[in-house]
């Protein structure tokens, strides 16, 4: 199985006995040294590290991935404004939240305008 995709069940699986932080963090962690500091693998890194625990380690990656996206994105947003909430950040929190929810909108329109121009 792919690491990238493992690593992503690994930390958001909706059911929480099947999470393994830790597992993801390392599989996540093995990802970019092996093949990079790409976007989205430093968005699995940064997910894996919140779900261990690790907030201020997850705030720093989360970040970088968003300022190399160069874009909001969805999952970036949210997984920032739920470790801003952690570190008591509750300013930041909302505004990361609010951004996440900007995105998914953006996002499903855009989704919608293809859809609409396919026909």
Do not use: I
Not at 20 to 28: S, W
């Amino acid at each position: 199985m792919n690491r990238y995709y493992l690593a992503l069940f690994l930390a958001g699986c909706p059911c929480q006995e099947l999470r393994d932080p830790g597992r993801a963090v390392q599989l996540a962690e093995d990802l970019v040294r092996d093949l990079g500091s790409g976007p989205d693998h430093l968005e699995c890194l940064g997910m894996a590290y919140y779900r261990a625990g690790n907030f201020a380690r997850a705030r720093a990656t989360l970040e970088k991935a968003r300022l190399l996206y160069e874009r909001d994105t969805p999952l970036t947003c949210l997984y920032l404004a739920m470790t801003h909430a952690r570190l008591k950040q509750a300013e930041q929190a909302h505004s990361w939240l609010r951004r996440g929810v900007t995105s998914m909108e953006r996002s499903r329109d855009d989704h919608l305008a293809v859809g609409v121009r396919a026909r």
